[in-house]
């Protein structure tokens, strides 16, 4: 049975800091540790009030302090904002403190809008169009370094921390498939060239150092609760940053709407609902069910579950009740 793992943005609530949603983010890392999720991902973003993982290693590093087993890494680290050496130094150290438990996935995007990247001392197309060399380079410094070799990532060199390319187009999985690297599909928010990009990427694999076959995983917004409908109006919550993003309002994760449509208008929810396709929410049945048909439609490698709440002890409830369905699907796979 594939691996399920997490996806986390840390959420930062109406109402709440920046804090509370770090310190939300660890528990829900050591819950999904014992729950047996096989990685536990932080994403970087800046400019967004509503998301605190902006300094994703420093992240990575405080959640992988607070576990034991659980691989930590990023979903990912938006490469264009930083030079491969600094990142080769900061996943380096990671891998010296946490041997075999860093994952370092790389995205081509910003993460953030134009003015926010040049805030960043990056310019954002110049630097997206390096994204291949950026990621051989990378590469190079996390190989084990040459003689003579005149700059040297310390820590980094040596470590070969795996590294993963994410995207939700064609131009990464073409990218990942060259290079011989495992792919992630953003398709938890951007789904449409998923089957495509998937295909290309199976087809035109070539077998590298760290890969030897293609290994593809895909993004899930996973709400899971008691009830359907108390699982429905949780969801409620992403639907409604996903509108206010839209409107050019983003804020912090509002709490749960009864009706979503009282909200937004019939075309806002047309566009998120379209955005949100595969997304699993319900009761553990109707969950279950979901998972199995995208499971069955798409064939991935590993499912990598999202859920962005305005609640974090209904957000523990939904990921435990997925890992309870992770067991059930692996039971009936034997």
């Given amino acids: 049975m594939i691996p399920f793992s997490i996806l986390d943005l840390c959420p930062i609530a109406e109402g709440t800091t920046a804090a509370d949603a770090l310190h939300n983010s660890l528990d829900l890392a050591?819950?999904?540790?014992?729950?047996?999720?096989?990685?536990y991902w932080l994403a970087e973003h800046h400019n967004f009030p509503g998301i605190a993982s902006a300094a994703t290693s420093v992240v990575i590093g405080y959640v992988a302090g607070g576990t034991r087993t659980i691989r930590v890494g990023s979903g990912g680290v938006m490469l264009p904002n930083h030079s491969p050496l600094v990142i080769?130094?900061?996943f380096g150290t990671l891998a010296s403190l946490y041997p075999d438990r860093i994952d370092l996935g790389l995205g081509r995007a910003p993460g953030t809008d134009i003015a926010t990247a040049r805030a960043l001392r990056r310019d954002p197309v110049r630097s997206a169009d390096r994204f291949p060399e950026d990621v051989r380079e990378l590469q190079a410094y996390l190989e084990p370094a040459e003689k003579g070799q005149l700059i040297r990532a310390v820590p980094g060199e040596g470590t070969r921390v795996p590294i993963w390319l994410l995207g939700s187009s064609l131009f990464s999985a073409q990218l990942a498939a060259s290079l011989g690297l495992p792919f992630a599909f953003a398709s938890h928010f951007a789904p449409d060239a998923m089957i495509e990009a998937l295909e290309i990427y199976r087809t035109r694999f070539k077998p590298s150092r760290q890969l030897?076959?293609?290994?593809?995983?895909?993004?899930?917004?996973?709400?899971?609760?008691?009830?359907?409908?108390?699982?429905?109006?949780?969801?409620?919550s992403v639907q409604q940053s996903f509108i206010n993003l839209r409107r050019g309002r983003a804020g912090r994760v509002p709490p749960p709407v009864d009706d979503i449509e009282k909200y937004g208008s019939p075309m806002e929810i047309a566009q998120v609902n379209h955005a949100l396709a595969y997304s699993a929410v319900g009761s553990a049945e109707s969950v279950e069910c979901q998972l199995r048909a995208i499971i069955e439609?798409?064939?991935?490698?590993?499912?990598?579950t999202a859920g962005h709440?305005?609640?974090?002890?209904?957000?523990?409830?939904?990921?435990?009740?997925?890992?309870?369905?992770?067991?059930r699907l692996l039971a009936t796979a034997h």
């Avoid at 030897?212 to 709400?223: K, L, Q, R, T």
């Avoid at 435990?320 to 992770?326: L, Q, R, V």
């Fill in 30 to 39: 050591r819950q999904a540790e014992e729950w047996g999720y096989n990685r």
């Fill in 88 to 90: 080769a130094e900061q």
């Fill in 212 to 236: 030897d076959h293609s290994y593809a995983m895909i993004g899930v917004n996973v709400f899971a609760a008691d009830t359907d409908e108390e699982a429905r109006k949780h969801f409620t």
């Fill in 297 to 304: 439609e798409v064939q991935p490698d590993e499912l990598m």
């Fill in 309 to 327: 709440f305005y609640d974090h002890t209904a957000r523990l409830r939904s990921f435990e009740i997925t890992a309870d369905i992770k067991q």
